[in-house]
């Protein structure tokens, strides 16, 4: 036990104290002492802050990143489930997923304005690609036998949908999920350096711009945290979501 | 029960045409336990499949009366079983499927996973079970949903030898219960012989009914005692040298397919 | 704790990249041959016209200037490239280079960049509105809904000064920030009620028939400098020849611009898409060589008026030459 | 194999090349007529032809060649100095078991942080240089590398690595006959995420802080109201993105084609 706890926090422990020490009597104007980066965060992020700032940007994040899953979702699976469709679609949503994201921000701007309707479309515009494409790889896999005994048994429309092809496209569906979900991190920050009067990247951005470096570097932690924790809460929920498909790998693993 | 009528069955692709069955014509009576065997690369599946109504057939006809009233067993159990649902789940969904209501379901699912010697698995994953005991599984399933007809593709094609003794074993006591109709597709001469009252043998593709043979065996039979009956090695004989015939009769037209196949 | 191994990794990535980055690039100011490699920073805007120009008629090459220009997205990302040593030159507004003093960044301002043409009705900025707007003057745009390109900047700090002194009252206005290119789209849309916009954007709003309500720059202060040429405190220091060479080439294309407003339309064509009919069109500012001091103070007080500096006052002593 | 489920209509591939083609067409129509039909105002969605006369017209200059070409150089680069870096931190952690169980929460933390997160500081260290684009590029492709390799790592059969020390391999030997070739597919698919993910950032960090490339060239289009220019070169953004795509997986099945069977895409 003290063991798993020393390899854990390790690593970590000896890089903080390094970069405390290493940082202590820095005079650059651009890497302050880490002592100063942690007293700015204290002071920076304080709950009005949080509400104000992070609250906002977390609830666009959610928003466009449902939208995408939910349109991802369920495109991928009509054209999942029809070949011509399928066959027609393909070039054109390989060039959209092609599209580096951010580039797409000044057009969204154009037809969207500038408000939270902006910032939820461009995070949808950049995740909903892995989760369609990869829908549509899921649903196009399902096992021709699996559909055949579905098929013998009865099972059309609705259930058809429910029972077999989502659970069957679900490990891909999660792992364009999972790609989703950073792009939505990198897209919500980005919507807000373009045009916003609140939000964690409006928030580093103005930051910089006032040359407030502590706050900003306290910032950029604040992010890495983010990201950090919504990563743990989603692979907690794939865990949850996909056991029987990491039992099955592993069954297959082992015989 | 079930009648096949002048039944044909051509694959399409692009310009090609490829003759998969071409007459099948028998009938299956109700109650009945009827094998079809013949060469591999013969059809089997495609004939199991027009029957279920997965597949169209080109022309002639198919009649089981009640399709709702057909269930199917396939040889890939680790494919047919739905990997995220626990066993009980899988023979229930088919049944909820159906609108049975959920007292009855309970009572089918319990009663199919005794018969097939899986209680106390309910929970498990099919993944978690060994293969005879995943196809047992499918075969619950296939019980629970009783049934007028059942239809089974090879199903003991890829388990070991022990545990294939004893489902074919279970597949008579089964029908010799609940006295539903079961056609049997199996490329095993033996199988064939030591489980059907009748086996069909079918030609090398495109496929015709070759022969049909009653089996006079005793309604009791077991591994031992039957296989080493001197009537099972006669009718083994006979349905082996037919299909040897079917073999070496159709040659050409094996070849055809082959080459029509590898494109 | 696990938290702070995010930026020890930034730094020692840093430091990874320091190393290839240099690899790629000779580093700035060298001399090689008596000519100096001179990077400047500058944002791909109407206002840094003289550089380009200059460039052309070989003022700076004659100063033994080889010249290079490097864009960068606003002066914040412009300072900081000048003080760590990429370019040895930057071009900002006077606003930001007021807040990066209140923070003691080490940068002073070597000669001027652009200023307003102090003439209301002929001036390269303003607040526009849609045409069917109820605003007509600046003390309409009081508790309005107004776009500008930065918050916490020169446009909302002079902004407020246009209604302040048409006798309104500039506390209840809303600013939203938003790129200039987007801001006649958002008046014509009515997302926002006025825009304060410069050229090229200013022709596209009245074009489309919007109207300009206040001259911001204009009233902010006579002949107002708006943004400026600095150098990082360091160079000044270590390399006054250099300095002194590259503010004399900057004054002499400073003022060729300014005799030459023909040539400004037709250089704006080779660093910018600027369309050719909007380029003959558009009111240019204006580029005197020296800086309006009166004009920075006035920036400085708008600006701790509106609490852009925190606390601090600038010290107009340390960033002006 | 059961060679049924023919039952669907299957389409030939000439056919797919076809309906692929049409379903591009159709865009391409659709874009045309929006703005012509007057559904969407011509000054936010120019029609196809002026976006490509625009695109023409780009492609006619030299600025235009040496923004792709500044903005491959930085991709390039930031992919290499990725891929090398991932591959040799991933080989070594993967080898030593102790370096592995010391890393891992550290990897895990770092992993998901957004490379945009870095964009102010890139700033800060390089203003609009192209090291502020490499720092972007390099941070986000290495991760994809790395954790790809160390799925790789791990996933190198135990008897074989048994094998290997029953015949008192040295370590070396090890790395070189029993971890790399398992490793191999799992580096090129980290590659390969990495090439896309590359881009994506290296024009990023060009459209957000100004650094040279196709980004920065956009963003002038922008400033400068040229609506049209800028549609021209989003498309040629989305061109160079299904162009290293394409790369990428005919590297991958090309230099893989003997691995191919055995291997599986580790969720990333």
Redesign the interface.
């Known amino acids: 036990m003290i063991k798993r706890l020393l390899l854990v926090l390790g690593l970590p422990v000896v890089l903080f104290v390094t970069w405390y020490a290493a940082s202590a009597n820095s005079e650059n104007f651009y890497a302050p002492p880490l002592r100063q980066i942690l007293a700015a965060f204290v002071d920076t992020w304080t709950p009005e802050r949080l509400r104000a700032d992070v609250l906002p940007s977390l609830a666009r994040l959610g928003a466009g990143y449902l939208l995408a899953a939910l349109i991802g979702i369920a495109a991928g699976v009509a054209i999942g489930a029809n070949p011509r469709l399928r066959a027609a679609a393909e070039p054109v949503l390989e060039f959209f997923r092609a599209v580096p994201p951010p580039v797409l921000v000044p057009v969204i701007m154009l037809f969207a304005g500038i408000g939270n309707g902006m910032k939820v479309i461009v995070i949808v515009s950049g995740c909903v690609w892995p989760v369609l494409l990869n829908t549509v790889e899921g649903v196009r896999a399902t096992d021709g036998v699996l559909a055949d005994t579905a098929r013998a048994y009865g099972l059309t429309g609705a259930a058809r949908l429910r029972h077999l092809l989502l659970p069957s496209a679900s490990p891909q569906i999660i792992a364009g999920l999972r790609q989703a979900l950073s792009i939505a991190i990198i897209l919500m920050v980005i919507s807000e350096m373009f045009a916003a009067s609140n939000g964690l990247g409006f928030t580093i951005v103005q930051f910089q711009r006032s040359f407030a470096i502590p706050e900003m570097w306290s910032g950029i932690i604040l992010l890495g945290l983010l990201g950090f924790g919504l990563s743990e809460l989603f692979r907690l929920a794939e865990r949850h979501a996909l056991a029987w498909y990491h039992g099955l790998r592993d069954a297959q693993r082992r015989s | 029960m079930l009648e096949v009528k002048g039944l044909r069955k051509v694959y399409r692709s692009g310009s090609r045409e490829v003759e998969a069955l071409r007459d099948l014509t028998f009938t299956v009576a109700a109650g009945e336990l009827v094998c079809l065997v013949g060469p591999s690369g013969c059809g089997k599946t495609t004939l199991l499949r027009c029957i279920a109504g997965l597949l169209g057939p080109t022309s002639g006809e198919v009649t089981v009366g009640d399709r709702s009233g057909l269930a199917i067993v396939f040889q890939e159990y680790g494919r047919s079983l739905f990997p995220w649902m626990t066993v009980r789940d899988n023979v229930d969904l088919p049944l909820r499927q159906k609108k049975v209501p959920k007292a009855r379901r309970r009572e089918l699912v319990a009663e199919a996973l005794t018969a097939v010697g899986l209680d106390g698995t309910e929970s498990a994953y099919p993944w978690q079970l060994s293969g005879g005991m995943q196809q047992r599984v499918a075969i619950a399933r296939a019980v629970a949903y009783e049934p007028s007809i059942l239809l089974m593709d090879e199903p003991f094609a890829a388990v070991d030898a022990q545990t294939r003794a004893d489902l074919e074993d279970l597949v008579r006591s089964l029908w010799q219960r609940l006295g539903m109709t079961i056609l049997f597709v199996t490329h095993d001469i033996d199988e064939a012989v030591y489980l059907g009252q009748r086996v069909l043998m079918l030609s090398a593709s495109p496929t015709v009914v070759q022969d049909e043979l009653t089996v006079d065996l005793p309604a009791e039979r077991d591994q031992l005692h039957t296989r080493a009956d001197p009537r099972f090695v006669t009718l083994r004989t006979r349905v082996y040298s037919q299909i040897q015939a079917a073999k070496t009769g159709t040659a050409s037209g094996a070849a055809g397919e082959l080459s029509s196949a590898d494109r | 704790m696990r938290r702070f191994i995010t930026g020890m990794t930034v730094l020692a990535l840093v430091a990874a990249g320091a190393g290839c980055g240099s690899s790629g690039d000779s580093g700035g100011g060298t001399t090689d041959g008596g000519v100096a490699k001179v990077k400047v920073g500058i944002i791909p805007i109407v206002d840094v016209a003289p550089i380009y120009l200059g460039q052309k008629q070989g003022f700076f090459a004659n100063r033994k200037i080889d010249l290079t220009m490097e864009s960068g997205q606003g002066g914040a990302a412009i300072v900081p490239g000048v003080v760590s040593g990429q370019f040895q030159f930057g071009f900002s507004n006077i606003t930001s280079l007021l807040i990066a003093q209140t923070k003691n960044v080490p940068v002073k301002v070597v000669t001027n960049g652009v200023a307003s043409t102090g003439t209301a009705g002929k001036d390269f900025g303003g607040v526009t509105v849609r045409k069917d707007s109820p605003i007509t003057e600046p003390a309409d745009l009081a508790g309005k809904k107004i776009a500008v390109n930065t918050l916490k900047n020169i446009g909302d700090t002079t902004v407020r000064e246009s209604v302040r002194k048409a006798g309104g009252d500039p506390s209840g206005i809303t600013f939203v920030e938003m790129p200039f290119a987007n801001m006649p789209a958002a008046v014509e849309n009515g997302q926002v009620d006025a825009a304060w916009v410069v050229e090229p954007s200013l022709s596209a709003v009245t074009a489309a028939g919007g109207r300009v309500v206040a001259w911001n720059y204009v009233d902010a202060a006579p002949d107002l400098t708006v943004a400026a040429y600095f150098a990082s405190s360091k160079l000044i220091a270590d390399d006054p020849d250099l300095v002194k060479r590259f503010t004399e080439a900057m004054n002499e294309s400073l003022a060729y611009a300014d005799a030459h407003p023909d040539e400004v339309r037709e250089i704006l064509g080779s660093y910018t898409k600027i369309d050719p009919k909007v380029r003959e069109a558009l009111t240019l500012p204006k580029w005197p060589t020296e800086i309006n001091k009166p004009s920075v103070e006035t920036l400085s007080k708008l600006g701790a008026q509106d609490g852009i500096f925190g606390s601090a006052t600038p010290d107009l002593a340390k960033i002006l030459p | 194999m059961?060679?049924?489920?023919?039952?669907?209509?299957?389409?030939?591939p000439g056919?797919?090349a076809l309906?692929?083609?049409?379903?591009?067409a159709?865009?391409l129509v659709l874009v045309e007529l929006l703005p012509r039909t007057g559904i969407v105002s011509d000054?936010?969605?120019p029609p196809t032809s002026r976006i490509l006369a625009a695109l023409a017209d780009e492609a006619a200059t030299g600025a235009f060649w040496v923004a792709v070409g500044d903005t491959l150089t930085a991709w390039a680069?930031g992919l290499a100095?990725a891929v090398v870096?991932g591959v040799g931190a991933g080989v070594l952690i993967g080898a030593v078991p102790v370096l592995r169980?010391?890393?891992?929460?550290?990897v895990?933390?770092?992993?998901?942080?957004?490379?945009?997160?870095?964009?102010?500081?890139a700033?800060?260290?390089?203003?609009?240089?192209?090291?502020s684009t490499?720092?972007l590029v390099?941070?986000a492709a290495?991760w994809q590398v790395l954790v790809q390799v160390l799925y790789g790592v791990a996933d190198v059969d135990p008897v074989a690595d048994e094998t290997a020390r029953s015949f008192r391999f040295g370590p070396w030997a090890r790395i070189r006959y029993v971890l790399w070739p398992t490793a191999l597919p799992y580096v090129f698919t980290g590659v390969r995420l990495a090439a896309?993910v590359a881009?994506?950032l290296a024009?990023?960090a060009e459209?957000?802080?100004?650094a040279?490339g196709l980004?920065?060239v956009?963003?002038?289009?922008?400033?400068?109201?040229?609506?049209t220019?800028?549609?021209a070169?989003?498309v040629v953004?989305?061109?160079?993105?299904?162009a290293?795509?394409l790369a990428a997986r005919y590297a991958e099945r090309h230099f893989l084609a003997w691995h191919q069977s055995v291997r599986g895409e580790a969720?990333?």
């Open positions: 059961t060679a049924v489920g023919a039952a669907a209509p299957r389409t030939a056919g797919r309906l692929g083609l049409s379903g591009l159709g865009l000054s936010y969605l680069i100095i870096a169980a010391v890393t891992a929460s550290t895990e933390f770092l992993r998901p942080i957004p490379s945009v997160a870095l964009i102010p500081l700033v800060l260290l390089y203003g609009s240089d192209l090291g490499l720092l390099v941070y290495f896309s881009l994506v024009v990023t459209l957000v802080i100004g040279p980004g920065a956009i963003a002038v289009a922008q400033t400068s109201n040229a609506i220019t800028m549609y070169l989003i953004t989305g061109l160079l993105g299904v290293i795509n969720p990333s």
